[in-house]
């Protein structure tokens, strides 16, 4: 008989309990900060005429509301609102105004002690 040497053993094959646990998922990287919108335009008239309706230029105030909203409506631009507010509260000015003047000449001219000899 021969002395014959068993197959030298292979390296058994592994159990699920015999191998290792993957390693975890890395964390995700922190987000980066977002960056700026590059949200819509705003309306430049629109926003003058808001403001300026503020410092007594209700007709500019008026003209610049209608030209902006018009922009607005052709460009899709931001500010619609501002341009609305500009025109109402310009022409309630307007109207104040023009009130006020008739009211005043109507008391001048009631209380005018003017006589013709």
Do not use: C, H, Y
Not at 9 to 37: D, L, Q
Not at 86 to 102: E, K
């Amino acid at each position: 008989m021969t002395d014959s040497a068993p197959p030298p053993a292979s390296a058994p094959e592994p159990t699920p309990a015999s191998t290792p646990a993957p390693a975890p998922a890395p964390a995700p990287a922190a987000a980066a900060a977002p960056a700026p919108a590059t949200g819509e335009k705003w309306n430049v008239l629109s926003i003058i005429a808001f403001v300026i309706v503020f410092f007594g230029f209700s007709l500019i105030s008026v003209i610049l509301g209608f030209v902006g909203l018009s922009q607005i409506k052709k460009s899709g631009e931001r500010g619609r609102a501002l341009a609305i507010w500009a025109i109402v509260l310009g022409l309630i000015s307007i109207v104040v105004g023009i009130i006020f003047w008739i009211v005043l000449s109507a008391a001048l001219v009631a209380n005018s002690t003017v006589t013709v000899n």
